[in-house]
């Protein structure tokens, strides 16, 4: 069974960074396509950030497009989410998930992804 781990999460002001690291257990992720999701309070999950198991392609949202950079390294059997210029509509709740062979199609589904991790909160203050 295969367990996701979020770490690095915490408060921060507007403008500042943070970095996400996802640990997996279980199971060598050097194959998965991997995301980050997030959920603010009262709303959907939403896609943030994808990498493909190689990890030459990646995938952003818009609102977070040139602002995160999603990388893995598959020795390491981890994935990062690297976080600047934040905002306050930021706040929320961050995600990993995997997705293993065979792919599903869409990669900003929530529900084309097999694993999850348990979240940690990203709070950015104005």
């Known amino acids: 069974q295969v367990q996701l781990v979020e770490s690095g999460g915490g408060l921060v002001q507007a ?3 943070l ?26 999950r939403e896609f943030v950030a994808a990498i493909s198991g190689g990890g030459r392609s990646t ?14 390294d598959n020795a390491k059997n981890t994935v990062d989410l ?17 997705n293993f062979p065979p792919y599903y199609s869409d990669y900003v589904r929530a529900d084309h992804y ?3 991790g348990q979240g940690t909160q990203v709070t950015v203050s104005s």
């Open 114 to 116: 097999n694993y999850w």
């Open 59 to 72: 995938y952003y949202a818009d609102s977070v497009k040139g602002r995160f950079t999603i990388s893995r």
């Open 19 to 44: 970095r996400l690291s996802c640990a997996a257990s279980g199971r060598t992720l050097s194959s998965a396509r991997m995301g980050w999701f997030r959920q603010a309070p009262g709303k959907e």
């Open 15 to 17: 403008g500042g960074s």
């Open 82 to 98: 690297q976080m600047n210029s934040l905002k306050p509509e930021d706040t929320a709740v961050f995600y990993c998930a995997a």
